[in-house]
């Protein structure tokens, strides 16, 4: 699974709450919440967001609430990957439960700038900066996980028979 994209960059401890603020836990429109997404850490989001692109973060991100909602809606926006020091344990789940691609990757949240291109192979676990020439190295996905992002999420999966 390769993934190309601009890089989205924000710190540590970004929570479900700023992901996608709890006024809009009415809807289970994903186009709906995509709108949303981002808006009380950074009104500019949905306007710059592009299809492909990645986000990077800090330490914990995805923390507070378990939600669904906030993979959703950062998967909604169009970004294909998230990289970041660390997940909140319940996030990392939800996201790959709703196939948005997440990977733990301290030199690269470090060393990856806002704006960057980024290329992601993560059948190899290598992140190139394709902006500066750096390279990181990321533990791969494992097959079931890829299968499951592939297939664009859990239940997806299931239903087609591609897990079990």
């Known amino acids: 699974m390769k993934y190309t994209g601009n890089v989205l960059k924000y710190g540590d401890n970004?929570?479900?709450d700023v992901i996608i603020p709890a006024r809009y836990l009415n809807t289970s429109d994903h186009k709906e919440l995509a709108s949303h997404c981002m808006e009380d850490i950074d009104k500019t989001f949905v306007t710059r967001v592009q299809q492909g692109d990645i986000i990077t973060a800090g330490q914990n991100f995805g923390c507070g609430s378990s939600r669904e909602h906030a993979p959703i809606a950062i998967k909604a926006?169009?970004?294909s990957l998230v990289i970041a020091k660390s997940f909140a344990r319940?996030?990392?789940r939800n996201a790959i439960n709703i196939g948005l691609a997440i990977v733990e990757c301290p030199e690269a949240a470090d060393n990856i700038s806002e704006g960057d291109k980024v290329e992601a192979d993560m059948d190899n676990g290598i992140i190139r900066n394709l902006t500066t020439?750096?390279?990181f190295k990321a533990a791969p996905f494992p097959d079931f996980?890829?299968?499951i992002i592939e297939n664009g999420g859990l239940m997806e999966s299931i239903a087609k028979g591609v897990i079990e």
């Open 133 to 135: 020439g750096q390279e």
């Open 145 to 147: 996980i890829q299968k």
């Open 77 to 79: 926006s169009g970004v």
């Open 90 to 92: 319940i996030f990392y």
């Open 14 to 16: 970004v929570d479900t």
